[in-house]
């Protein structure tokens, strides 16, 4: 998104510490050049000085962070007369926790919608509790590419191909993810003459932003049977892979929005359920929810204009609103003290706590031993101590957990 506001930005990335950082190399696949990159925990980065310098901070986080990093921000730049102008929004789809994320957003000022449908459900919520609507303004997916499927291009460079993109936990369990799998497998076989793609998001021992137990790589490791030669796992930036793909098929995946952006057939999968937990339900009504056994059978759906338009896929230069609110905030004079929506007035039961997790106090302070960690006192030392625990800790999550589930029938 930082990408999308001027031609030639100064990014400087600010990574928080935990089991979702991402790596260099998932870092380099999608495109990401940065002039510096750092690594800290909330409290080192709400309290960065060199957060003064930036025109601009886009909180790309969870709710709950997004939250601290607010309070945080309000502390320190407080009554001050010149702050950064901090946008804030969704990584993806909004299926689920609409109330709860908006809330823990708002203070900011700016709250990306990615389509319209979001941007009349966000001012909604923020109209319904008296907070101001002017944040919202309505963007798009920052990933979606300007690249139009051509079907003509099938055969003449690649064989039809079909891209299954993996979710890191849609579906959550062995079983289901072991059924996805098998079906790929299956269909490759049902059909030699396509090739069969598994798109995996991170390599084993690696992390998105949610826990990846059961790998699908590792998953079909363990199975009891030879795989077809036209099935293979890839990796990589996922704009490049769909320059070969001619059926994108997943649960629920945001590749599917860039592959119906693109016009490309996309089967949202219906085999375990169009449910809620599975985030599926969010396409009923694009005309493209359909089962590995119609895709089997030739199905090739396409997504319905006006269900794209509502999802605001179609929009053309989707960033000029927020490029003009943007200018005018950086430009303002002055801007308001940042005021978070959650205070120890209105939520006493849920903000220290939540506040706490990320190491601030109920005023986004620095808790004490937060603030030690933030002025370095613990040295080198223990910031390798740390970075060897969380690869400890995701190597635990990706290779022994996944062992004693298995072992225990869990």
């Not at 001027?6 to 495109?31: C, F, K």
């Not at 077809?228 to 599917?256: C, I, K, Q």
Request: with cysteine; hydrophobic share 40%; net charge neutral.
């Amino acid at each position: 998104m930082a990408q999308r506001l001027h031609p030639y930005p100064e990014l400087h990335a600010h990574m928080l510490n935990g089991r979702s950082t991402p790596t260099a190399r998932q870092m380099a696949e999608v495109g990401i050049r940065t002039a510096s990159i750092s690594h800290s925990s909330v409290a080192e980065f709400v309290t960065d000085p060199e957060l003064a310098h930036a025109d601009v901070l886009i909180v790309g986080g969870v709710g709950g962070t997004t939250q601290a990093v607010l309070h945080g921000l309000a502390r320190s730049f407080g009554d001050a007369p010149r702050r950064p102008a901090v946008v804030t929004g969704y990584v993806g789809v909004v299926y689920e926790n609409l109330t709860d994320g908006l809330l823990l957003r708002a203070g900011a000022d700016v709250v990306l919608a990615n389509s319209p449908f979001d941007a009349r459900r966000f001012r909604e919520v923020y109209r319904g509790l008296g907070i101001g609507e002017h944040s919202v303004v309505q963007t798009a997916l920052p990933f979606l590419a300007d690249r139009v499927y051509d079907p003509a291009r099938t055969g003449a460079t690649h064989p039809f191909t079909v891209t299954f993109a993996v979710q890191p936990s849609v579906p959550e369990d062995r079983e289901g993810r072991l059924y996805v799998l098998r079906r790929a497998i299956q269909h490759a076989r049902l059909r030699p003459g396509r090739e069969v793609l598994i798109k995996l998001r991170s390599k084993p021992g690696e992390q998105t932003t949610h826990v990846e137990a059961y790998h699908y790589e590792t998953l079909a490791e363990q199975l009891d049977e030879s795989l077809p030669p036209n099935l293979h796992f890839v990796y990589g930036n996922m704009g490049e892979v769909l320059d070969r793909t001619d059926l994108m098929v997943t649960v629920s995946s945001t590749a599917a929005l860039e592959s119906m952006h693109r016009g490309i057939p996309t089967a949202i999968l219906s085999d375990l359920g169009v449910r809620e937990p599975h985030g599926n339900h969010y396409f009923t009504g694009s005309g493209c929810v359909v089962s590995w056994n119609e895709i089997d059978e030739d199905a090739l759906p396409y997504a319905r204009p006006g269900w794209l338009e509502e999802q605001g896929i179609l929009a053309r230069d989707p960033y000029a609103q927020l490029r003009d609110r943007v200018v005018g905030l950086v430009n303002a004079p002055a801007l308001p003290p940042i005021q978070p929506y959650y205070t120890m007035q209105n939520a006493p039961g849920y903000l220290p706590k939540l506040l706490a997790r990320r190491g601030l106090d109920p005023n986004g302070a620095p808790l004490p031993h937060a603030a030690a960690t933030a002025r370095g006192r613990h040295g080198l030392l223990t910031r390798a101590s740390r970075k060897a625990l969380r690869r400890a800790y995701r190597f635990g999550v990706q290779n022994v957990a996944p062992r004693i589930q298995r072992w225990g029938g869990l």
